[in-house]
């Protein structure tokens, strides 16, 4: 059974730091790898999608790389802001189902 | 904007009632997820469909039932509200097309069950 986790589970930095947040999964068949963001009391917001025969995918201050033999994703921000600060999590999906990390609280502080 | 819309953004109701969470996307996606999240035991799956009329139960889907009558539209339906329904729903869309398969979410329903 696919199990993912996300180690911190709380997170707080100084604004203008760069950070590496990280994403374990059980089972490398996975057919692709998503990371969100979270506001308190929102949805969930896309950031980045990774197709499993991909290695990494880039959006402004954000990247994020797969590496499925050894099961981990990361997901890197790139001189942190206080706007960043919100919970990041991960999913994993075979056909249809998403297996869901618990996330990454993080805070910057200004 | 493309966006997937869930009807109520908070909603009380008393414990028995019939209570109905409807979910709206603009993007023509062919999946649709209805999930419950929870502090501590995060995102579950309730139930997802895949097409038209079509539906699968996914981890907790008792005390739940969905409806897919139009591609745009998925409802979830909890038959007798009861405290331990107190969550918020998410609902999500996607399509099958291999070049992008993003998962996009509504804004959550906040359900209160008293």
Redesign the interface.
């Known amino acids: 059974k696919q199990e993912v986790t996300q180690i911190p589970a709380a997170l707080s930095v100084p604004e203008g730091e760069n950070l590496v947040l990280n994403c374990s999964f059980t089972d490398s068949a996975i057919y ?1 790898l ?1 990371w ?1 963001r979270q506001d308190p ?6 950031l980045l ?1 990774i ?1 499993s025969s991909q290695r990494e995918q880039t959006s402004g201050r954000l990247n994020a790389s797969l590496d499925k033999s050894s099961g981990r994703s990361t997901l890197y921000i790139a001189a942190s802001q206080p706007g960043d600060s919100a919970t990041y ?1 991960c ?1 994993v ?1 075979g056909t ?3 297996i ?4 990454t609280r993080l805070k910057v502080l200004a | 904007d493309v966006k997937v819309t869930q009807s109520s953004r908070y909603l009380v109701k008393r414990t028995g009632e019939k209570v109905f969470l409807e979910c709206v996307q603009d993007m023509d996606h062919e999946n649709m997820f209805w999930y419950r999240q929870d502090p501590g035991l995060g995102l579950r799956l309730i139930y997802f469909s895949y097409d038209v009329k079509m539906k699968e139960k996914g981890d907790i889907p008792e005390g739940y039932s969905v409806s897919r009558e139009k591609k745009e539209r998925f409802s979830l339906i909890l038959e007798s509200a009861s405290t331990n329904q107190t969550s918020m729903y998410l609902c999500a869309s996607r399509n099958m097309d291999r070049t992008n398969e993003k998962l996009l979410f509504g804004s959550g329903t906040q359900l209160s069950v008293l």
């Open positions: 692709n998503q969100f009391g929102k949805g969930l917001t896309s999608l197709q999590l999913a999906t249809y189902k998403y869901f990390g618990t996330g």
